[in-house]
Protein backbone atom coordinates (compact mmCIF):
# COMPACT_ATOMS: atom_id res chain seq x y z
CA UNK A 1 0.00 0.00 0.00
CA UNK A 2 1.12 3.50 -1.00
CA UNK A 3 0.86 5.68 2.14
CA UNK A 4 -0.26 9.16 1.48
CA UNK A 5 -2.20 11.17 4.18
CA UNK A 6 -5.15 11.76 1.47
CA UNK A 7 -5.99 8.13 0.85
CA UNK A 8 -5.27 6.31 3.95
CA UNK A 9 -8.39 5.25 5.84
CA UNK A 10 -9.26 7.97 9.30
CA UNK A 11 -10.62 5.08 11.24
CA UNK A 12 -7.53 2.29 10.02
CA UNK A 13 -5.57 4.86 12.07
CA UNK A 14 -7.26 3.52 15.50
CA UNK A 15 -6.63 0.00 14.42
CA UNK A 16 -3.13 0.62 13.76
CA UNK A 17 -2.34 2.00 16.77
CA UNK A 18 -4.33 -0.61 18.65
CA UNK A 19 -2.94 -3.67 17.02
CA UNK A 20 0.54 -2.19 16.07
CA UNK A 21 -0.30 -3.34 12.38
CA UNK A 22 0.41 -2.14 8.91
CA UNK A 23 -2.19 -0.18 7.10
CA UNK A 24 -3.02 -3.04 5.09
CA UNK A 25 -3.42 -5.17 8.13
CA UNK A 26 -5.66 -2.15 9.76
CA UNK A 27 -7.88 -2.45 6.74
CA UNK A 28 -8.38 -6.05 6.21
CA UNK A 29 -9.59 -6.06 9.69
CA UNK A 30 -12.17 -3.68 8.68
CA UNK A 31 -13.43 -5.31 5.55
CA UNK A 32 -13.58 -8.22 7.81
CA UNK A 33 -16.47 -6.96 9.87
CA UNK A 34 -19.80 -6.92 8.98
CA UNK A 35 -23.14 -5.76 11.26
CA UNK A 36 -26.65 -6.86 11.10
CA UNK A 37 -29.30 -4.63 11.48
CA UNK A 38 -32.98 -6.25 12.48
CA UNK A 39 -36.24 -4.30 12.23
CA UNK A 40 -39.33 -4.84 13.77
CA UNK A 41 -43.20 -3.47 13.35
CA UNK A 42 -41.93 -1.13 14.91
CA UNK A 43 -39.92 0.69 12.15
CA UNK A 44 -43.22 1.43 10.15
CA UNK A 45 -44.59 4.30 12.99
CA UNK A 46 -41.53 5.43 14.50
CA UNK A 47 -39.84 8.63 12.61
CA UNK A 48 -37.00 8.66 15.14
CA UNK A 49 -36.22 4.86 14.70
CA UNK A 50 -35.94 5.43 10.85
CA UNK A 51 -34.04 8.14 11.45
CA UNK A 52 -31.63 6.31 13.23
CA UNK A 53 -31.55 3.23 11.13
CA UNK A 54 -30.28 5.36 8.35
CA UNK A 55 -27.83 6.62 10.38
CA UNK A 56 -27.21 3.30 11.02
CA UNK A 57 -26.61 2.04 7.91
CA UNK A 58 -24.84 5.36 6.59
CA UNK A 59 -22.03 5.22 9.48
CA UNK A 60 -21.71 0.98 9.63
CA UNK A 61 -20.76 1.41 5.81
CA UNK A 62 -17.98 3.40 7.13
CA UNK A 63 -16.51 1.22 9.53
CA UNK A 64 -18.02 -2.45 9.11
CA UNK A 65 -16.66 -2.19 5.73
CA UNK A 66 -17.90 -6.09 5.19
CA UNK A 67 -21.28 -4.99 4.91
CA UNK A 68 -24.23 -4.02 6.45
CA UNK A 69 -26.80 -6.53 6.31
CA UNK A 70 -30.31 -5.28 6.63
CA UNK A 71 -33.39 -7.63 7.49
CA UNK A 72 -36.48 -5.29 7.55
CA UNK A 73 -40.31 -5.86 6.18
CA UNK A 74 -41.07 -4.87 3.02
CA UNK A 75 -42.69 -1.20 1.33
CA UNK A 76 -42.37 0.44 4.93
CA UNK A 77 -43.51 3.94 4.10
CA UNK A 78 -40.99 6.75 4.58
CA UNK A 79 -41.75 9.16 7.51
CA UNK A 80 -38.93 10.94 6.90
CA UNK A 81 -38.06 14.01 3.69
CA UNK A 82 -36.18 12.10 1.59
CA UNK A 83 -35.84 12.94 -2.09
CA UNK A 84 -37.26 11.05 -5.13
CA UNK A 85 -38.13 7.80 -2.61
CA UNK A 86 -41.12 7.27 -1.00
CA UNK A 87 -40.45 3.81 0.97
CA UNK A 88 -37.10 3.37 3.64
CA UNK A 89 -36.41 -0.06 2.22
CA UNK A 90 -35.04 2.38 -1.45
CA UNK A 91 -33.33 4.93 0.98
CA UNK A 92 -31.60 1.51 2.89
CA UNK A 93 -30.27 0.33 -0.57
CA UNK A 94 -29.38 3.73 -1.78
CA UNK A 95 -27.02 4.48 1.21
CA UNK A 96 -25.52 0.77 0.81
CA UNK A 97 -27.07 -1.27 3.02
CA UNK A 98 -27.88 -4.97 1.72
CA UNK A 99 -31.35 -6.01 2.30
CA UNK A 100 -31.07 -9.74 2.79
CA UNK A 101 -31.18 -13.10 5.42
CA UNK A 102 -28.90 -12.00 7.83
CA UNK A 103 -25.62 -14.03 9.53
CA UNK A 104 -26.16 -14.69 12.96
CA UNK A 105 -22.55 -14.97 13.37
CA UNK A 106 -22.05 -11.25 13.27
CA UNK A 107 -23.36 -8.62 15.86
CA UNK A 108 -26.77 -7.12 15.46
CA UNK A 109 -28.88 -3.98 16.18
CA UNK A 110 -32.70 -4.02 16.75
CA UNK A 111 -34.91 -1.37 15.86
CA UNK A 112 -38.20 -1.78 17.87
CA UNK A 113 -37.06 -5.37 18.85
CA UNK A 114 -35.80 -6.51 21.73
CA UNK A 115 -32.10 -7.01 21.94
CA UNK A 116 -30.51 -9.58 23.77
CA UNK A 117 -26.28 -9.83 25.05
CA UNK A 118 -26.75 -13.69 24.84
CA UNK A 119 -27.90 -13.48 21.40
CA UNK A 120 -25.15 -11.54 20.28
CA UNK A 121 -27.76 -8.42 20.10
CA UNK A 122 -28.30 -4.92 21.01
CA UNK A 123 -31.69 -2.62 20.73
CA UNK A 124 -31.95 0.86 19.60
CA UNK A 125 -34.45 3.01 21.14
CA UNK A 126 -35.58 6.57 20.54
CA UNK A 127 -37.87 9.46 20.53
CA UNK A 128 -37.67 13.38 20.26
CA UNK A 129 -35.00 13.97 22.27
CA UNK A 130 -34.20 10.31 24.53
CA UNK A 131 -31.07 8.29 23.03
CA UNK A 132 -30.08 5.24 23.86
CA UNK A 133 -29.38 1.29 24.03
CA UNK A 134 -31.10 -1.22 25.85
CA UNK A 135 -28.98 -5.04 25.92
CA UNK A 136 -31.12 -7.51 28.07
CA UNK A 137 -34.39 -7.48 26.28
CA UNK A 138 -35.45 -4.06 29.44
CA UNK A 139 -39.11 -3.67 29.33
CA UNK A 140 -39.01 0.12 29.51
CA UNK A 141 -42.11 2.88 29.54
CA UNK A 142 -40.37 4.15 26.69
CA UNK A 143 -42.72 5.91 23.81
CA UNK A 144 -40.74 5.71 20.38
CA UNK A 145 -43.24 8.14 18.77
CA UNK A 146 -41.82 11.62 17.60
CA UNK A 147 -41.50 14.38 15.01
CA UNK A 148 -37.62 14.77 14.20
CA UNK A 149 -35.01 12.58 14.04
CA UNK A 150 -32.31 14.02 16.59
CA UNK A 151 -32.70 11.61 18.82
CA UNK A 152 -32.88 8.92 16.93
CA UNK A 153 -29.49 10.02 15.06
CA UNK A 154 -27.75 9.59 18.22
CA UNK A 155 -29.05 6.61 18.71
CA UNK A 156 -28.27 5.15 15.90
CA UNK A 157 -24.34 6.57 15.94
CA UNK A 158 -23.93 5.44 18.98
CA UNK A 159 -24.80 1.65 18.34
CA UNK A 160 -22.72 1.51 15.68
CA UNK A 161 -19.99 2.76 17.76
CA UNK A 162 -20.65 0.46 20.81
CA UNK A 163 -20.99 -2.30 18.11
CA UNK A 164 -17.92 -1.64 16.79
CA UNK A 165 -16.19 -1.23 19.45
CA UNK A 166 -16.94 -4.84 20.15
CA UNK A 167 -16.42 -6.25 17.05
CA UNK A 168 -12.89 -4.67 16.45
CA UNK A 169 -11.66 -5.82 19.89
CA UNK A 170 -10.87 -2.35 21.17
CA UNK A 171 -13.33 -3.08 24.05
CA UNK A 172 -15.33 -6.40 24.16
CA UNK A 173 -17.88 -5.69 26.76
CA UNK A 174 -19.04 -1.66 25.30
CA UNK A 175 -22.26 -3.82 24.58
CA UNK A 176 -23.09 -5.54 27.87
CA UNK A 177 -24.92 -2.28 29.27
CA UNK A 178 -27.82 -0.42 28.62
CA UNK A 179 -26.80 3.62 28.19
CA UNK A 180 -28.64 6.90 26.72
CA UNK A 181 -28.98 10.52 26.42
CA UNK A 182 -31.61 13.19 26.51
CA UNK A 183 -30.71 15.53 24.28
CA UNK A 184 -33.32 18.13 26.40
CA UNK A 185 -31.83 17.24 29.94
CA UNK A 186 -28.27 16.10 29.03
CA UNK A 187 -27.53 16.82 32.44
CA UNK A 188 -29.96 14.20 33.97
CA UNK A 189 -30.44 10.89 33.85
CA UNK A 190 -31.63 10.28 30.27
CA UNK A 191 -35.27 8.17 31.23
CA UNK A 192 -35.83 11.00 34.06
CA UNK A 193 -39.72 12.38 33.48
CA UNK A 194 -37.64 15.81 33.02
CA UNK A 195 -35.63 14.53 30.62
CA UNK A 196 -38.71 13.71 28.07
CA UNK A 197 -38.73 16.96 26.69
CA UNK A 198 -41.28 19.36 24.67
CA UNK A 199 -43.37 18.48 21.34
CA UNK A 200 -41.58 20.53 18.56
CA UNK A 201 -42.87 23.63 17.33
CA UNK A 202 -40.21 25.98 15.66
CA UNK A 203 -37.33 24.68 13.34
CA UNK A 204 -34.45 27.31 12.70
CA UNK A 205 -34.80 29.31 9.38
CA UNK A 206 -31.67 30.17 9.04
CA UNK A 207 -27.89 28.55 9.87
CA UNK A 208 -24.35 29.55 8.72
CA UNK A 209 -21.73 26.37 8.13
CA UNK A 210 -18.31 27.11 9.31
CA UNK A 211 -16.18 24.37 7.98
CA UNK A 212 -17.97 21.54 6.35
CA UNK A 213 -15.63 18.28 6.80
CA UNK A 214 -16.44 15.45 9.50
CA UNK A 215 -18.41 17.85 12.04
CA UNK A 216 -19.64 19.93 9.14
CA UNK A 217 -21.15 17.34 7.17
CA UNK A 218 -22.34 15.41 10.49
CA UNK A 219 -24.37 19.01 11.47
CA UNK A 220 -25.73 18.66 7.98
CA UNK A 221 -27.24 15.49 8.15
CA UNK A 222 -28.81 15.99 11.40
CA UNK A 223 -30.13 19.42 9.52
CA UNK A 224 -30.81 17.61 6.45
CA UNK A 225 -33.46 15.00 8.35
CA UNK A 226 -35.33 17.74 10.15
CA UNK A 227 -39.28 17.67 9.10
CA UNK A 228 -38.97 21.45 7.38
CA UNK A 229 -42.40 21.77 5.64
CA UNK A 230 -41.40 24.50 3.28
CA UNK A 231 -37.23 23.85 2.99
CA UNK A 232 -37.39 26.40 0.11
CA UNK A 233 -38.06 29.08 3.31
CA UNK A 234 -34.52 27.78 4.75
CA UNK A 235 -31.23 28.96 3.78
CA UNK A 236 -27.87 28.32 4.63
CA UNK A 237 -24.30 29.55 4.08
CA UNK A 238 -21.33 26.77 3.36
CA UNK A 239 -17.86 28.33 5.00
CA UNK A 240 -14.96 25.96 3.73
CA UNK A 241 -12.03 26.36 0.99
CA UNK A 242 -11.14 22.35 1.35
CA UNK A 243 -11.81 19.74 -0.95
CA UNK A 244 -12.62 16.44 -0.59
CA UNK A 245 -10.06 13.27 -0.37
CA UNK A 246 -10.88 9.96 0.03
CA UNK A 247 -9.45 9.73 3.09
CA UNK A 248 -12.50 11.58 3.89
CA UNK A 249 -15.01 9.05 3.63
CA UNK A 250 -14.65 6.48 6.89
CA UNK A 251 -15.86 10.07 8.15
CA UNK A 252 -17.89 12.03 6.41
CA UNK A 253 -21.48 11.41 6.28
CA UNK A 254 -22.06 12.90 3.28
CA UNK A 255 -19.03 11.75 1.36
CA UNK A 256 -18.51 8.80 -1.19
CA UNK A 257 -15.64 7.57 -2.89
CA UNK A 258 -16.36 9.24 -6.34
CA UNK A 259 -16.61 12.65 -4.97
CA UNK A 260 -12.74 12.83 -4.81
CA UNK A 261 -11.10 16.27 -5.20
CA UNK A 262 -15.01 18.38 -5.05
CA UNK A 263 -15.27 20.87 -3.21
CA UNK A 264 -16.81 20.33 0.15
CA UNK A 265 -18.91 23.45 -0.24
CA UNK A 266 -20.37 22.54 -3.52
CA UNK A 267 -21.07 18.85 -2.48
CA UNK A 268 -23.00 20.32 0.47
CA UNK A 269 -24.88 22.51 -1.34
CA UNK A 270 -25.99 20.27 -3.92
CA UNK A 271 -26.82 17.57 -0.79
CA UNK A 272 -28.98 20.88 -0.10
CA UNK A 273 -30.42 21.69 -2.55
CA UNK A 274 -31.76 18.50 -3.59
CA UNK A 275 -33.57 18.72 -0.78
CA UNK A 276 -35.18 22.22 -1.63
CA UNK A 277 -33.26 24.21 0.96
CA UNK A 278 -31.36 27.50 -0.67
CA UNK A 279 -27.36 27.73 -0.59
CA UNK A 280 -24.73 30.32 -0.79
CA UNK A 281 -21.27 29.00 -0.66
CA UNK A 282 -17.79 30.77 0.29
CA UNK A 283 -14.61 29.15 -0.30
CA UNK A 284 -12.45 30.98 1.75
CA UNK A 285 -10.69 30.60 5.01
CA UNK A 286 -12.82 31.74 8.07
CA UNK A 287 -10.73 34.58 9.61
CA UNK A 288 -10.83 38.09 11.91
CA UNK A 289 -11.89 39.48 8.79
CA UNK A 290 -15.56 37.22 8.03
CA UNK A 291 -18.37 39.57 9.48
CA UNK A 292 -21.77 38.58 8.95
CA UNK A 293 -24.17 41.38 6.73
CA UNK A 294 -28.26 42.43 6.07
CA UNK A 295 -30.04 38.98 5.92
CA UNK A 296 -27.17 36.75 6.31
CA UNK A 297 -27.69 33.90 9.30
CA UNK A 298 -27.64 35.11 13.01
CA UNK A 299 -26.59 31.41 13.99
CA UNK A 300 -23.37 29.89 12.90
CA UNK A 301 -22.23 26.04 13.47
CA UNK A 302 -18.45 25.54 13.91
CA UNK A 303 -16.75 22.28 12.82
CA UNK A 304 -13.14 23.55 12.91
CA UNK A 305 -10.53 21.09 13.47
CA UNK A 306 -8.03 23.80 14.08
CA UNK A 307 -7.83 25.86 17.26
CA UNK A 308 -6.89 29.07 15.38
CA UNK A 309 -9.67 29.36 13.44
CA UNK A 310 -11.98 29.88 16.56
CA UNK A 311 -10.30 32.42 17.70
CA UNK A 312 -12.06 34.61 15.52
CA UNK A 313 -15.64 33.23 15.97
CA UNK A 314 -17.27 36.27 18.45
CA UNK A 315 -15.97 39.01 15.95
CA UNK A 316 -17.99 38.06 13.18
CA UNK A 317 -21.46 39.16 14.68
CA UNK A 318 -23.02 36.26 15.35
CA UNK A 319 -25.82 36.24 18.11
CA UNK A 320 -25.00 32.94 18.74
CA UNK A 321 -22.55 30.25 18.35
CA UNK A 322 -22.72 26.30 19.08
CA UNK A 323 -19.15 24.75 18.43
CA UNK A 324 -18.09 21.30 18.93
CA UNK A 325 -14.36 19.39 18.99
CA UNK A 326 -13.28 15.94 19.19
CA UNK A 327 -10.27 13.79 20.79
CA UNK A 328 -7.96 12.74 18.37
CA UNK A 329 -6.43 9.28 19.26
CA UNK A 330 -7.75 5.44 20.05
CA UNK A 331 -9.09 6.39 23.88
CA UNK A 332 -9.92 9.92 22.90
CA UNK A 333 -12.09 9.83 19.65
CA UNK A 334 -14.93 9.69 21.16
CA UNK A 335 -14.94 12.49 23.21
CA UNK A 336 -17.23 15.48 22.28
CA UNK A 337 -16.93 18.86 23.75
CA UNK A 338 -19.82 21.29 23.19
CA UNK A 339 -19.50 25.01 23.03
CA UNK A 340 -21.91 27.69 22.92
CA UNK A 341 -21.00 31.86 22.32
CA UNK A 342 -20.71 34.81 22.90
CA UNK A 343 -20.95 35.82 26.05
CA UNK A 344 -20.05 32.42 28.07
CA UNK A 345 -18.08 31.65 31.44
CA UNK A 346 -14.46 31.47 28.48
CA UNK A 347 -13.72 33.49 25.09
CA UNK A 348 -12.82 31.55 22.21
CA UNK A 349 -9.05 32.93 22.80
CA UNK A 350 -9.22 31.99 26.74
CA UNK A 351 -10.07 28.51 25.51
CA UNK A 352 -7.70 27.81 22.63
CA UNK A 353 -4.85 31.28 23.02
CA UNK A 354 -2.38 29.41 24.15
CA UNK A 355 -2.37 26.65 21.39
CA UNK A 356 0.60 26.33 19.40
CA UNK A 357 -0.44 25.00 16.00
CA UNK A 358 2.74 25.39 14.24
CA UNK A 359 3.98 21.96 16.07
CA UNK A 360 2.48 18.95 14.92
CA UNK A 361 0.40 16.67 17.85
CA UNK A 362 1.97 13.31 16.37
CA UNK A 363 0.66 10.25 17.81
CA UNK A 364 3.98 8.90 18.38
CA UNK A 365 2.77 4.91 18.37
CA UNK A 366 1.32 5.42 14.58
CA UNK A 367 4.42 7.49 13.68
CA UNK A 368 7.01 4.27 14.44
CA UNK A 369 5.08 2.10 12.71
CA UNK A 370 4.86 3.64 9.32
CA UNK A 371 8.11 5.18 9.43
CA UNK A 372 9.79 1.86 9.07
CA UNK A 373 7.41 1.33 5.47
CA UNK A 374 7.51 4.45 3.85
CA UNK A 375 9.01 4.36 0.22
CA UNK A 376 9.14 8.00 0.33
CA UNK A 377 13.50 8.88 1.53
CA UNK A 378 12.27 12.31 2.00
CA UNK A 379 12.59 12.62 5.79
CA UNK A 380 9.69 10.31 6.19
CA UNK A 381 6.99 13.31 5.90
CA UNK A 382 4.47 11.21 4.81
CA UNK A 383 4.66 9.03 7.54
CA UNK A 384 4.73 12.23 10.46
CA UNK A 385 1.65 14.02 8.11
CA UNK A 386 -0.44 10.39 8.44
CA UNK A 387 0.34 10.25 12.08
CA UNK A 388 -0.51 13.94 12.56
CA UNK A 389 -4.20 13.45 11.53
CA UNK A 390 -7.13 12.26 13.99
CA UNK A 391 -8.91 8.84 14.42
CA UNK A 392 -12.22 10.06 12.87
CA UNK A 393 -15.37 7.99 12.30
CA UNK A 394 -18.51 9.10 10.95
CA UNK A 395 -20.68 7.76 14.20
CA UNK A 396 -18.89 9.86 16.34
CA UNK A 397 -19.92 12.86 14.04
CA UNK A 398 -23.43 11.52 13.83
CA UNK A 399 -23.78 11.95 17.99
CA UNK A 400 -21.74 15.29 17.79
CA UNK A 401 -24.27 16.47 15.21
CA UNK A 402 -27.59 15.34 17.01
CA UNK A 403 -25.78 17.28 20.32
CA UNK A 404 -25.48 20.35 18.05
CA UNK A 405 -28.61 20.76 16.41
CA UNK A 406 -30.52 19.75 19.75
CA UNK A 407 -28.85 22.70 21.44
CA UNK A 408 -30.66 24.90 18.39
CA UNK A 409 -34.05 23.09 19.09
CA UNK A 410 -34.07 23.42 22.39
CA UNK A 411 -32.93 27.28 22.24
CA UNK A 412 -36.29 27.91 20.19
CA UNK A 413 -38.47 25.87 22.96
CA UNK A 414 -37.12 27.84 26.01
CA UNK A 415 -35.03 25.04 27.13
CA UNK A 416 -32.02 24.78 29.29
CA UNK A 417 -28.67 26.67 27.48
CA UNK A 418 -25.18 25.20 28.13
CA UNK A 419 -22.16 26.34 28.60
CA UNK A 420 -20.03 23.57 27.80
CA UNK A 421 -21.13 19.59 27.34
CA UNK A 422 -18.40 17.18 27.30
CA UNK A 423 -19.10 13.52 26.79
CA UNK A 424 -17.44 10.30 25.84
CA UNK A 425 -19.66 8.04 23.78
CA UNK A 426 -18.00 4.74 25.49
CA UNK A 427 -18.82 6.23 28.80
CA UNK A 428 -22.26 8.48 28.83
CA UNK A 429 -22.47 8.38 32.90
CA UNK A 430 -20.13 10.50 33.44
CA UNK A 431 -21.16 13.44 30.92
CA UNK A 432 -21.24 16.93 31.95
CA UNK A 433 -23.31 19.58 31.32
CA UNK A 434 -22.84 23.23 32.62
CA UNK A 435 -25.42 25.24 32.35
CA UNK A 436 -25.14 28.70 30.74
CA UNK A 437 -25.10 31.63 33.51
CA UNK A 438 -28.29 33.10 32.59
CA UNK A 439 -30.17 29.72 32.55
CA UNK A 440 -32.70 29.17 29.61
CA UNK A 441 -32.57 30.33 26.59
CA UNK A 442 -34.21 33.51 25.68
CA UNK A 443 -33.39 35.69 22.51
CA UNK A 444 -30.56 34.31 21.07
CA UNK A 445 -32.19 33.34 18.13
CA UNK A 446 -34.55 35.73 18.03
CA UNK A 447 -33.17 37.60 14.94
CA UNK A 448 -32.03 34.77 13.25
CA UNK A 449 -36.21 33.44 12.83
CA UNK A 450 -37.61 30.58 13.02
CA UNK A 451 -40.52 28.33 10.70
CA UNK A 452 -43.30 26.81 12.43
CA UNK A 453 -43.30 22.50 12.37
CA UNK A 454 -47.29 21.95 11.98
CA UNK A 455 -46.68 18.12 12.84
CA UNK A 456 -49.60 15.77 12.85
CA UNK A 457 -48.88 15.84 17.05
CA UNK A 458 -48.98 19.25 17.35
CA UNK A 459 -52.46 19.13 16.31
CA UNK A 460 -53.61 17.37 19.13
Known sequence: MKLHSDTLNRLSLGIIEKDNCTPEQALGKLESLSLNLICGDEIFTSLPLQAALLTAVNTGKRAFLGGIQVQMPEKINCLLKWPGKKYLNDIVKELGGMISAIDTRHFSLTFGLAGLVDNNQMQVVCNNWQAGVLVNGEKLNFNSSGDIPTAGIFAGGLSVFL?????????????????????????????????????????????????????????????????????????????????????????????????????????????????????????????????????????ALCGFDSASSRLHLENAGFDLIVEAGLGGNLSTFDIISLHTFPNSSKTPDQLWGDMDETKLDINEAIYNILKNLDEDEECGIIPLTISGNSVSASFVGACSGALVIAELLRGLHGGMRYDKVSLQLRNLENLVAVSHAKGIYTLEQSRNGFVFFDSPSNLF
Open 163 to 299: AFLKMSGINIASCDKSLGISLWRPDLHWLDNNAKGPRITFLPRKYWLLGLGHLGQAYLWNIGLLPYNNPQDVSFVLQDDDIIVEANWSAGLLSELFHNKIYKTRLCSRWLETRGFKTKITERRFDIKVTRIEDEPFV
